[in-house]
């Protein structure tokens, strides 16, 4: 019969009706429940509400947990039979054994993952392969009342039963999906199309009754299909199965550790039914989880770590955000992720695993080749919105010239069904397949939906070598990795950052959390130099297992739905509680730190006046500093310190005062009676509604707000989107401005300025605007209660200067951007990601606009933009209704942006010098010089981003980038005794020695280049 007249809907459906005869209910299950707000331990099973079950009883609310027993006897009707139960508590639930450790996963049918990609259910739990009919049933399951994304849809008992499962019908239905499925695949007109719809049919009208009898002359009639094979494959996919876990989104993180049982879980079970099966997950985070709370399960996965079965993903301790981390955790993600996993597994990590994250900074590449890293993968680029990017297998460069071979599964996603559909569309979409005939596929279903299911793992058997479709091998992904390696010639190259063109709300989005982020890196950084400075200087403890336990939380609050802003409330309830008691801790490791080089210094001064002053940062700072009240003004060399009394500085004030201060309009200005700043460098002049409506660089002679244009104009924006996205054309919608409601001159020692009151609705903000006396930076500090919802706050900076691109601070560098709009690519790109600083230059003169904790920029033709507060809806209905403190600054300058060395301005701005006070009775013992650089650096483009102490014994580590995009040869200066000094890659193993003359060691930088040094040989601080 002619294919054109099969019907194929009615194949169809015939399908449907025989999945339907798989399972025959036998008799209902006995339920009981112990209802809990929070999860409690097995020990603890029966502490909660006790509710009897039936079905269609509701049990808990959105977030509770319950323990459910099971119980019941198999019948004697089922002698022989191969007995199954089926579970539904309509959440997510996780069987266990008799001790309480996790032994498979259920997730509830009723959920709103997306169904083209397969039915997301668990409710098959298998019980004997052939019954005695009289075995008793009794089961323990941890419940969770929500579903794959944590929504709460009913709670109820749907179904708790004792099953026959038909196994000949259950192999029947796989058989003729994965043959019909097939067949709609095939071209029209194909011999193989017809054919295997020639026996669909045959095999329809044979099944009207599905007797024992009729299905096995119905499989033997498919199976003639199924054991057709292709010839030599153009196309191999190299198949892994997968269970991506978002660590905290929709959910809290406690549920995401039960997520983590229920997933894995499944997967051993899987193991031992499909021998075949190679399941693979990530994030070293998940797996501690699993140690700390599931001991038992953690060896059993091991074991199959061992075996090869289980393969261990991904090179960073979580799947971090890679925009908004800084250079140093990015650095400590993978540090810490390759350490578990060879600590634990003893297996080297050679790719990244990141197929959900908001885009790839251009700095990644090198951090990855430095630390042993190959490969990448990810999917998510097949998002992006204007744009197809043009590959699925490509090289990634970044910006100091580093590549990694990059794969994007050209299916585009990480819960593939495994099924016919799949291996076309892998086919038929890979972008590269003109020179790469392997790619990868990812099965299973994410979001704790326990990854693979008996369907995915039925699919394959079938599909390995069928005819009609590229055969699909099960295989770990770092075998993939290495057979596409092979080609790694042939494929094209893409440089700089892989932007994502979707999610550019999440800059912004839950502005505390990106705060405490900033706020924490930098204490982190400062912490660590101090505890080196405070061993050299007076043989302090290094606090290593306080850091570690430190950075590994910060590192978890990095993942790319927590600190992007994409979570539910109480992800960022938790995590604002907590990013509060790590600040507290760190600051107070800081200050002991700092203390006890502080007791070895000499007392200056009357008892009681004499500071030290505390500087990280690898150059001399010279500036002012208000300490108790009382200004200082102090010279601190590179990564050292100096004491200082303050007195001595008294004089400078009358010079200060006479050049810096509040004033009328000057003579040679425009707006008549409006409020003026200065200092020695600038005089700002206010419009009234308190923007600026001039900036005179006196020293330049040169106007740097373009004529009738505002400066620092505060704009409110129509934003009706979520935490991930805004609309592109916000700024076409009619915007709001702030209200001046009072501003007030100040004048504090070597500052002077107004401070602005603004009202908008029910928001109020109030910003400082500050000159200081010698500096080129003009200081907006800012206190907002903002309680819009809806709603999104921007500044902007019109600047007299022309250039096409700007500068955008990234991780160990920076990016050109362009400020135009000439191609898709460059629209596109209209919210962009920038770190301490943007800049916009001409050859001799630019303007920097810094920060100390915003991400979300715009730079079009001459206006620098700001993205300050983002008030969403969902996921967080609360999101950024709250008071919010944050600084930015804008940097007027000679030259561009090296040469007016803008760099240190960011750091300047983000690294505050550190005080502590001198005197006798702390200490004051003298043993130290007055002031001394722990390290110097001969060249401006080069500076150093972290001094500690090695992961693993007594050695130093000192990790330097050249930071201009340049060559570079420099001399490193230790203050310190060093004998050996080793060049070690970003694991702190060591390269190769350098050698060390008269406490100094010869440096070249190629640009953008990190170099780490391992100190193997240091001794206390010279005198």
Same mark, same amino acid.
Request: proline content about 5%.
């Given at each position: ?319 971090? #955000? ?7 955790? @990015? ?110 596929? @990812?099965?299973?279903?994410? #979001? ?61 989005? /839950? ?73 507290? /801790? ?30 990280? @940062? ?110 592109? #054309? ?31 609705? /029910? ?104 993205? @300050? ?130 406490g100094k060691v010869e440096l070249t930088f190629t640009p953008f280049e990190i170099k780490t040094l391992r100190l193997t040989n240091q001794a206390m601080i010279a005198e």
């Open positions: 019969m002619p294919y054109e007249i099969v019907r194929l809907e009615q194949l169809k459906s015939a399908l449907n009706e025989w999945k339907e005869q798989i399972y025959i209910p036998l008799e209902k299950l006995s339920v009981t429940a112990w209802v809990t707000a929070e999860p409690v331990p097995f020990e603890e099973r029966m502490s909660g509400r006790r509710m009897e079950l039936l079905p269609s009883d509701r049990w808990g609310n959105l977030w509770d947990c319950a323990w459910v027993h099971f119980t019941g006897a198999v019948p004697a009707s089922a002698k022989g039979a191969k007995v199954v139960l089926l579970i539904d508590v309509n959440g997510e639930l996780c069987l266990v054994d008799d001790a309480g450790s996790p032994r498979q996963g259920l997730t509830n049918i009723n959920s709103e993952f997306d169904y083209s990609l397969g039915l997301p259910g668990k409710r098959v739990v298998h019980v004997t392969e052939s019954s005695t009919g009289e075995e008793l049933i009794e089961v323990w399951g941890d419940a969770g009342c929500n579903d794959l994304f944590g929504r709460y849809r009913s709670g109820t008992l749907k179904e708790a039963v004792i099953a026959i499962c038909r196994e000949e019908v259950r192999q029947l239905y796989y058989d003729a999906e994965v043959l019909l499925e097939t067949a709609e695949h095939l071209p029209e007109g194909s011999a193989r199309k017809e054919q295997i719809a020639q026996v669909l049919y045959e095999v329809s009208l044979l099944l009207t009754e599905l007797t024992d009898e009729r299905v096995a002359r119905a499989r033997a009639i498919l199976g003639t299909q199924l054991s057709k094979r292709g010839g030599d494959p153009t196309l191999t996919i190299s198949a892994v199965g997968h269970a991506h876990i978002d660590l905290a989104w929709l959910w809290p993180i406690r549920e995401t550790i039960r997520k983590g049982a229920r997933t894995f879980s499944t997967a051993l079970r899987m193991m031992e039914r499909y021998p075949d099966y190679v399941f693979g997950a990530s994030q070293p985070q998940l797996y501690d989880w699993m140690k700390l709370h599931y001991p038992k399960l953690y060896e059993e996965l091991s074991q199959r770590v061992r075996e090869g079965r289980w393969e261990l993903q991904g090179a960073m301790w979580v799947e971090s #955000d890679t925009n908004v981390p800084g250079g140093e955790s @990015l650095i400590r993600q993978i540090l810490y992720g390759k350490r578990f996993f060879q600590q634990e597994f003893g297996q080297e990590m050679k790719s990244l695993w990141m197929p959900d994250v908001f885009g790839y900074s251009a700095s990644l590449p090198q951090l990855l080749r430095k630390s042993g890293v190959d490969y990448m993968m990810t999917q998510k680029l097949s998002w992006s919105v204007y744009n197809r990017h043009p590959h699925h297998t490509f090289m990634w460069e970044g910006i100091d010239g580093s590549k990694v071979l990059t794969h994007m599964p050209p299916e585009d996603t990480y819960n593939s069904p495994a099924a016919p559909r799949s291996i076309v569309k892998a086919e038929t979409q890979y972008l590269d397949k003109n020179v790469s005939d392997h790619c990868l596929m @990812l099965f299973g279903i994410g #979001d704790g939906g326990g990854g693979p299911g008996e369907e995915h793992l039925e699919r394959l058997a079938r599909e390995k070598n069928l005819l009609g479709l590229s055969p699909v091998e099960q295989m770990p992904s770092s075998v993939f990795f290495e057979k596409l390696s092979e080609g790694a010639e042939k494929y094209q190259t893409w440089c700089g950052e892989l932007y994502l063109e979707k999610h550019q709300g999440t800059l912004t989005s /839950q502005a505390r959390n990106k705060r405490y982020n900033r706020k924490l890196e930098k204490a982190l950084r400062e912490l660590e130099f101090a505890a080196v400075l405070a061993r050299l200087a007076s043989g302090n403890e290094y606090p290593a297992e306080a850091l570690e336990v430190i950075w590994k939380e910060v590192l978890l609050y990095q993942f790319h739905d927590i600190l992007p802003g994409s979570s539910i409330k109480r992800v960022y309830d938790e995590s604002l509680e907590r990013y509060a008691a790590l600040q507290a /801790q760190v600051d107070r490791l800081i200050a002991s730190s700092y203390n006890a080089v502080a007791s070895k210094l000499p007392v200056h001064g009357t008892e009681g006046n004499s500071y030290a002053i505390f500087n990280s @940062l690898s150059w001399a700072r010279d500036g002012w500093i208000k300490f108790d009240g009382q200004w200082i003004r102090v010279n601190v060399p590179s990564m050292g310190y100096a004491v200082s009394t303050g007195l001595e500085q008294a004089k400078d004030f009358e010079e200060v005062a006479a050049s810096t201060g509040v004033g009328e309009i000057l003579p040679d200005q425009t707006a008549t009676g409006a409020p003026v700043i200065q200092n020695d460098l600038l005089v700002l002049t206010f419009a009234s509604d308190g923007s600026i409506a001039s900036i005179y660089d006196k020293e330049h002679r040169r106007e740097v707000v373009p004529q009738d244009q505002k400066a620092n104009a505060l704009r409110v924006y129509h934003d009706p989107g979520d935490a991930w996205d805004f609309r592109q #054309d916000y700024r076409q919608t009619d915007s709001l401005s702030m209200q001046l409601e009072e501003s007030v001159p100040y004048q504090d020692g070597p500052t002077a300025g107004l401070i602005h009151q603004y009202r908008f609705r /029910q928001s109020t903000l109030t910003q400082k605007v500050v000159l200081t006396h010698g500096s080129r930076r003009i200081d907006f500090v800012t206190h907002v209660d903002w309680q819009e919802s809806g709603k999104m706050l921007r500044t902007s900076f019109p600047v007299q200067v022309r250039s096409d691109t700007v500068s955008c601070e990234i991780q160990f560098g920076y990016l050109k951007r362009p400020t135009h709009r000439n191609t898709m690519w460059d629209y596109a790109k209209d919210e962009i990601c920038a770190h301490h600083w943007v800049d916009l230059s001409e050859p001799d003169y630019g303007v920097a606009l810094l920060n100390d904790c915003k991400y979300g920029h715009r730079a079009e033709n001459n206006v620098l933009d700001l993205n @300050l507060l983002r008030s969403t809806s969902y996921p967080d209905p609360e999101a950024d209704r709250a008071e919010h403190h944050f600084t930015y600054a804008l940097y007027p300058h000679k030259g561009d942006h090296v040469q007016a060395e803008v760099y240190k301005q960011g750091y300047d701005l983000n690294v505050p010098l550190q005080v502590i006070p001198v005197s006798a009775e702390s200490g004051g013992a003298g043993q130290l010089p007055s002031s001394q650089a722990l390290l110097y650096l001969d060249h401006p483009n080069v500076m150093v981003e972290t001094v500690k102490k090695t992961e693993d014994g007594e050695d130093l580590i000192i990790r330097l980038y050249e930071t201009a995009g340049t060559h570079a040869a420099t001399t490193l200066h230790f203050g310190f005794n060093v004998l050996e000094v080793w060049e070690a890659d970003l694991m702190e193993v060591k390269l190769e020695s350098i050698p060390v003359d008269e």
